[in-house]
């Protein structure tokens, strides 16, 4: 008797909407598309006007990456001040991430969100956000060296420290490692259901876990996607985010052969 061989799982990419020349276009990095083809087989979600229903995307999906973006969250969906003139935001993503993170996490599908979408995660779970960290007093200026070559823009800049018996622990994460810091934005106010899994050294929340989530729930401030496969502690984590996908894909397609 012939056996059909498993499906590999499909991973939801989020993208941005962003102005190239006169087109209006959804965007995403290259390197956010490669590592989630480590996990499965890549598959862009656009930020569209009105987005799909996120119960029949979800359907679809067997994990869904979430990206980091040049663009902030609009402070209005956590009741935040209004941001400085000049800063830049997408409505369109916006209306596709948040939704989308709420029903991802209740349906039990395998998120690992990252940079923004680390922020979006800790705000659709009614968490806030500092807008400008730099600003703020204790705490360590994360943005990146905007005039530097891409590789010092991503090559590690301080540390962090994993908290004890939380899911990182569980996975064999080192006790401590360096990461990559390039953002403005950081949590402020910790969702509730959120854990704290990581720190940077002035108390800033740098990873997130979900105890009680159904689902793998994951979420770093760094950039792990870029060359992933050359750093332990990035493949390490999309190592877990493809076992995750694998097990939802394996549950699924034994589902609909029980129908």
């Not at 598309?33 to 656009?46: D, K, Q, S, T």
């Not at 050294?201 to 876990?209: M, N």
Request: charged share 20%; glycine share 8%; with cysteine.
């Amino acid at each position: 008797m012939q056996t059909t061989a498993a499906l590999p799982p499909l991973i939801g990419v989020s993208a941005c909407r962003q102005q190239l020349g006169k087109n209006s276009s959804h965007t995403v990095g290259d390197k956010y598309v490669e590592a989630a083809g480590f996990a499965g087989i890549p598959l862009i979600l656009p930020a569209r006007a009105e987005p799909s229903d996120p119960s029949r995307v979800l359907e679809r999906l067997d994990g869904i990456l979430f990206t980091g973006s040049p663009s902030n969250v609009e402070p209005h969906h956590y009741n935040g001040a209004p941001s400085v003139e000049g800063t830049r935001h997408d409505v369109f993503r916006d209306r596709l991430t948040l939704p989308l993170l709420q029903a991802a996490i209740a349906d039990g599908v395998p998120v690992l969100c990252i940079c923004r979408g680390f922020q979006e995660l800790n705000v659709a779970l009614g968490g806030t956000l500092h807008q400008r960290v730099q600003e703020l007093p204790g705490y360590l200026d994360h943005r990146e060296p905007q005039d530097a070559p891409l590789e010092e823009q991503y090559s590690p800049r301080h540390l962090v420290t994993v908290q004890p018996g939380g899911l990182f622990e569980r996975l064999g994460m080192d006790e401590s490692f360096m990461v990559n810091s390039l953002h403005s934005q950081g949590i402020d106010r910790l969702a509730e259901g959120l854990r704290a899994e990581a720190l940077a050294p002035d108390g800033l929340i740098e990873a997130v876990s979900m105890d009680d989530a159904p689902g793998f729930v994951v979420g770093v401030q760094w950039h792990p996607e870029y060359r992933f496969a050359d750093n332990p502690v990035s493949l390490h984590l999309f190592q877990a985010f493809r076992e995750a996908c694998l097990a939802r894909a394996a549950s699924q397609q034994q589902r609909e052969k029980s129908l």
